[in-house]
């Protein structure tokens, strides 16, 4: 009984795409609905289809409104927020490589979620308590990601530069935490804020990207510098 099914489903997609012609495909999506399937009114499928893209599209605008929020805070209070940055890259990073590590070991999903979830908050944690640690992965990983986005290379050459860039800028954030912060979480932000807004605004268009998100990042970067001081700006104002 299955294998007359098999061929019968087979035989209407044959006929299917036989009778399949440019100027006639919807009466021929109709036609195989019918034969395969019983009756569906393409009215249907239509507005199925049509249900289906609004959704995509209404989480699409949700996710955009989200990043964009993160990245104007991230652009302009990324040095005073650090602490917040750095367990929210820790909860990424340590969700992403406990679901790695785990589906190595493992192919039930709830144990590599569960492994994920865990590895989280870990990493989360201990990026905020060990506060340079913190401060190593969040720029490591911030330039690591912008170096992979907008370097002109492909394949293992990309991976290497990025990854080397990546430890370069991290020690340098280590290094001269409060400047390798600002400009980093400004770049990174910018860009990722005007990404946000050409999603949600259609009249932007995607060659508009980077100007604009340069030009965010510049004043992002200005603003936290003249908003932020220094242990030693704050100890000769008290003095003064």
Known sequence: MEQLLQLDFLSSIRDFIGNLEPGN??????????????????VTLNDTFESIDETISAISKGAAVISLILALLGCFFGYRMIKFWISLAGLLIGGIAG??????????????????????????????????????????????????????LDGTPLIVASVAIGIVVA??????????????????????????????????????????????????????????????????????
């Open 99 to 152: 679901f790695v590590i785990a589906g190595q070991f493992t192919d039930n999903m709830a144990y590599a979620a569960t492994a994920a979830i865990i590895a989280a908050i870990l990493v989360s944690f201990l990026s905020y308590k060990i506060y340079l640690a913190g401060v190593f992965l969040l720029a490591g990983f911030g330039a690591y990601f912008l170096s992979a986005s907008y370097l002109p």
């Open 25 to 42: 495909i919807t009466a021929s999506i109709q036609d195989f609905a019918d034969s395969t399937f019983g009756y569906i009114p393409m």
């Open 171 to 240: 020690i340098l954030a280590v290094t001269y935490m409060r400047p390798a912060i600002i400009v980093l979480t400004g770049i990174q932000n910018g860009l990722v804020a005007s990404g946000s807004l050409i999603t949600l605004v259609p009249s932007l268009h995607s060659s508009n990207s980077i100007p604009l998100g340069v030009g965010l990042a510049v004043v992002g970067i200005a603003f936290q510098f003249m908003t932020t001081r220094t242990k030693k700006e704050k100890r000769k104002r008290q003095e003064a």
